[in-house]
């Protein structure tokens, strides 16, 4: 079992502790249940290299039914360029969008998200993939998160980075900047353009 496999693992019994935690009424129970959260928790920490305090914060976040979390991309094309913000915790480079919002629905999510992040005003074509973080090259982390990808046309607004960006710039697909992994990857951003110029969708 590899590291990554290993990680996927660990994250399956915290999610299981967090809701025998949550249903459990018997204090015996209890008290295995909360063994194996701190157990889990202090593994994750160790193999996804996160601080321990961080990953125990994320278990007392997690609902009593632990389902993964959804992050939404867009493909925003220009002169067959695309769109990438500088995001402010790495200084690298990501097709811009975020975790989903609740009270929004994804493709409101993501022409929020693309407006904060650019400026840019978009309309949302279509859905381009549904992928399952840890089906692709990412670093570590806790969280299990689904990514939606959408591909968006700009309807309006202008280029103008947001509080939470260091820029916006579009970008030649094969000449992209230094991207921020936990994010997207240069295979991501290009089968995101080969999807967006076919009826395709990807999931996985």
């Known amino acids: 079992m590899d ?10 019994v915290q999610a299981m502790a967090k809701t025998g935690l949550s249903y459990t009424e018997n204090p015996y129970d209890v008290e295995r249940y909360e063994e194996l959260r701190d157990t889990s928790n202090a593994l994750l920490a160790k193999w ?10 994320f278990f007392d976040q ?15 094309m220009q002169e067959g360029k695309v769109l990438m913000i500088r995001e402010k915790v790495d200084g690298k480079w990501a097709m811009p969008g975020g975790w989903c919002d609740i009270g929004y629905t994804p493709s409101e999510n ?9 400026g840019l005003e978009v309309k949302v074509s279509r859905l381009l993939s549904v992928w399952d973080k840890k089906m692709h090259d990412h670093p570590p982390e806790a969280a299990y998160v689904y990514k939606l990808s959408f591909l968006c046309e700009i309807t309006g607004g202008a280029l103008v980075p947001g509080h939470e960006t260091l820029g916006a710039d579009f970008f030649d ?24 110029n076919k009826e395709g969708l990807d999931f996985d």
């Open 3 to 12: 590291s990554k496999e290993v990680l996927e693992f660990l994250k399956r």
């Open 48 to 57: 996804s290299e996160s601080d321990e305090k961080e990953v125990r914060f």
């Open 110 to 118: 993501i022409r929020k998200e693309i407006f904060e992040e650019s």
């Open 173 to 196: 697909v094969d000449d992209l900047p230094e991207l921020s992994l936990p994010r997207n990857t240069e295979d991501q951003v290009r089968r995101l353009v080969e999807l967006a």
């Open 62 to 76: 997690l609902d009593t039914y632990p389902t993964p979390k959804i992050d939404v991309r867009g493909l925003v």
